[in-house]
């Protein structure tokens, strides 16, 4: 592993946060959309949200996506655009990284899915394999 950028610290330990804070399930690994999941019954969701809004404050959904930087606006595309009730989270204070939370009501009314990852960044190059390891998480 390459030695990590300290410009990301932030990043990290808004990830460490995250993680802490997390209402729900276990995290376990998306191999479909490269990133972290976690899914949560509507119990959670108040919690989970506050929790993920502090991680990431930008939000776009489908009525702002298209004021969203352009990483983000591909992020949306590549994982099958944003339906109502789904959100894009961000932060852009991660240097040369694209953090993000995927929020995705399942449509059941009971259940919503957030996924965590770094946009345009594969599962084994610099960072994923700390990001994994903050929300102790394998591949495979």
Not at 11 to 31: T, V
Not at 58 to 65: F, K, Q
Not at 81 to 110: C, E, H, I, K, Y
Request: proline share 8%; with cysteine; net charge neutral.
């Amino acid at each position: 592993m390459a030695r990590m950028n300290p410009a990301w610290d932030p990043l990290f330990a808004r990830f460490g946060q995250l993680h802490a804070g997390w209402p729900a399930r276990r995290w376990s690994w998306d191999s479909r959309f490269i990133c972290i999941t976690s899914s949560f019954t509507v119990e959670f969701e108040a919690q989970a949200r506050a929790v993920a809004k502090a991680a990431f404050p930008d939000e776009y959904t489908t009525s702002t996506l298209s004021k969203a930087p352009p990483e983000i606006k591909r992020l949306a595309e590549r994982t099958g655009g944003l339906r109502a009730g789904q959100f894009v989270l961000s932060t852009l204070d991660a240097p040369n990284l694209t953090p993000f939370g995927l929020w995705w009501p399942w449509g059941d009314g009971a259940t919503t899915s957030f996924r965590v990852g770094l946009a345009d960044i594969e599962w084994n190059d610099d960072p994923y394999p700390r990001v994994r390891e903050i929300f102790d998480v394998l591949t495979g």
